[in-house]
């Protein structure tokens, strides 16, 4: 599955980096989420990086004939409307596991947000794992991991260095493409930058 995974994104033009944190477990962001070809090309790199990710869905994808499918390519439904203790057992499932690693999509949907969604964050502290910095170029078509996050703890220190990598990444419907914020919660002053960041050409 690896080499034609590789094979078939040579063939669309897409180029791949292999920047792969060196441990085992690890949560892997997935951005940009704007589009559903995103899954695709994702599912694509994720084989052509030769792992077996798990990722997390909106709980109704895996409805119907396809839902079996899903869960074998690794999916864990969500409902997203329930707030059930979700990241802690995500956490203890990595800790029952010699190996896992959790594509999660920081927007949570295609469309725009003025936020990012923390789980994927608070997910790598509990669990004690790093963050792989995975991500979907469609401006340059490069997929793949970049760079590797080791949590502090302080979640707007280490978003600025998220901010930093994703700042000239594209979308392929950059109009869905918002900031890469924290939520309000966290204080206007966190999210400073980001503002800046509006005016860059990429978001």
């Known amino acids: 599955m690896k080499t034609l995974s590789r094979f078939i994104l040579s063939l669309l033009g897409w180029q791949l980096e292999a920047n792969l944190p060196s441990e085992k477990k690890f949560v892997i962001i997935g951005a940009f989420h704007t589009s559903n070809w995103d899954f695709v090309i994702g599912i694509l790199g ?12 909106k709980h109704t994808l895996f409805r119907g004939p396809l839902g079996p499918l899903f869960k074998r390519m690794g999916g864990i439904p969500v409902d997203r409307t329930l707030h059930t203790g979700f990241i802690r057992r ?23 947000t003025e936020y990012w969604k923390t789980g994927f964050y608070f997910i790598a502290v509990e669990a004690g794992v ?16 970049g760079a590797t996050l080791y949590p502090t703890g302080d979640i707007k220190r280490d978003f600025e260095v998220i901010r ?4 000239d990444k594209t979308g392929l419907r950059p109009e869905n493409q918002g900031p890469i914020a924290l939520p ?5 002053d966190a999210n400073q930058r980001s503002a800046d960041d509006q005016q860059q050409p990429s978001l």
């Open 46 to 57: 994720m084989w052509a990086l030769g792992l077996k990710a798990s990722w997390v869905g």
């Open 90 to 112: 995500v956490a203890e499932l990595y800790q029952s596991r010699q190996q896992m690693a959790l594509t999660i999509a920081a927007e949570g949907t295609r469309s725009k």
């Open 130 to 145: 790093p963050i792989a910095l995975g991500y979907l170029d469609w401006g340059k078509k490069k997929v793949g991991i």
């Open 164 to 167: 930093d990598f994703y700042r």
């Open 184 to 188: 309000p919660k966290y204080g206007t």
